[in-house]
């Protein structure tokens, strides 16, 4: 199920277009600005941004910069502006495309559809880039992203399940950031989450009896009463 972002500070189009979008067996998140469009990146995953040009405090363009610089994650823009100046202006910032507003909900879905599309024919390169990170260092310990292996400050290493894997990469990207259960689901399971339920406990639980001296007293992943988990660690990747 595709996680789609609507940026926009207009409620006419962001509960329409949800609505469409939700009807067409899309997940859809959405956020009024920029800063509330941050708070979802740093704690969901999201396939695809559309996004609006122009809103109160950082615009469009400037939040459009700031997803490809950290996120690379595809984005179209949603722009009154008719001058092919400016729209000439949203693609050299990064953005994928762009849909001059009033726009047809069902051109919009194809537009989305084939931006993805071409998304995924690039993961090739994109798997290339990563491999350019390699290690993440946190507390005592440093995990080699190939090899899905802890290694110790002592040499100890320990092997890692495929879903013990995704949930220290989740905490690692997001390190000192409170993650709920339903957040780290979704970062951890995707579409089938609510397969997984409360899972998410009895996870953290086999990962902390790993990383934590005294797993009954946990400082490496601290439960929040009534928030979730947080990763206490500062973290290096290189």
Not at 3 to 21: A, C, E, F, G, T
Not at 64 to 78: G, S, T
């Amino acid at each position: 199920m595709t996680h789609i972002l609507i940026v926009d500070d207009n409620p006419d189009i962001i509960n329409p277009l949800k609505r469409y979008l939700t009807d067409h067996s899309l997940r859809v998140s959405t956020a009024n600005g920029g800063k509330s469009m941050k708070a979802v990146l740093e704690t969901s995953s999201i396939d695809i941004i559309l996004l609006d040009i122009m809103m109160p405090g950082d615009d469009g363009l400037v939040l459009c910069r700031y997803v490809q610089d950290k996120y690379k994650i595809p984005v179209i823009l949603l722009t009154a502006l008719a001058d092919d100046s400016d729209k000439v202006v949203g693609l050299e910032m990064g953005a994928d495309d762009y849909i001059t507003k009033p726009f047809n909900p069902r051109v919009l879905l194809a537009r989305v559809k084939a931006v993805l599309r071409r998304s995924q024919s690039d993961s090739v390169v994109v798997t290339q880039q990563k491999k350019e990170i390699s290690i993440a260092k946190f507390d005592y310990w440093k995990l080699d992203i190939h090899q899905r292996e802890l290694v110790a400050e002592d040499g100890m290493a320990i092997s890692l399940s495929a879903a013990e894997y995704r949930l220290i990469q989740a905490f690692l990207q997001r390190s000192q950031i409170v993650l709920s259960r339903d957040q780290l689901l979704d970062l951890t399971h995707g579409r089938e989450a609510k397969a997984f339920d409360r899972s998410i406990d009895n996870l953290i639980s086999r990962l902390r009896r790993k990383i934590e001296q005294n797993p009954a007293e946990p400082k490496i992943i601290k439960t929040v009463w009534g928030g979730g988990y947080v990763l206490t660690s500062k973290v290096e990747f290189s």
